[in-house]
């Protein structure tokens, strides 16, 4: 069995809609769900448990549009000082806290 690869790396973007969350890889593409090309499915880690959610895959397959419920738990988290774990099929990424305070203090 392969490890997962490393190399998601999440961005967060603040506009007149609201707060956007993207999920995207360095290289390769991350799977379609179910063969839907538009669509991948996801994980994410809160506190160990875990969440499954299907985000919308960007054309080219290497960038998800995360769900809004999403995007707010992972600030939250953020916010709070918890660490949290994202998989994608064949990729993962550990989330700590490390420079999200000064970051995020230029877009709030």
Not at 34 to 48: K, L, V
Not at 69 to 91: H, N
Request: a neutral charge; proline letters at 5%.
């Amino acid at each position: 069995m392969e490890s997962p690869r490393t190399g998601i790396e999440i961005s967060l973007t603040r506009a007149s809609y609201g707060i956007r969350g993207t999920a995207s890889v360095r290289c390769g593409v991350i799977p379609a769900y179910q063969g839907n090309s538009g669509e991948a499915i996801a994980t994410i880690f809160f506190e160990g448990k875990p969440t499954h959610f299907i985000a919308a895959r960007m054309e080219g397959g290497q960038v998800l549009l995360l769900p809004e419920e999403i995007t707010l738990r992972m600030l939250e988290a953020l916010k709070s000082d918890q660490p949290f774990v994202l998989y994608l099929d064949g990729y993962e990424t550990y989330v700590t806290t490390r420079r999200f305070c000064s970051a995020w203090n230029h877009i709030k």
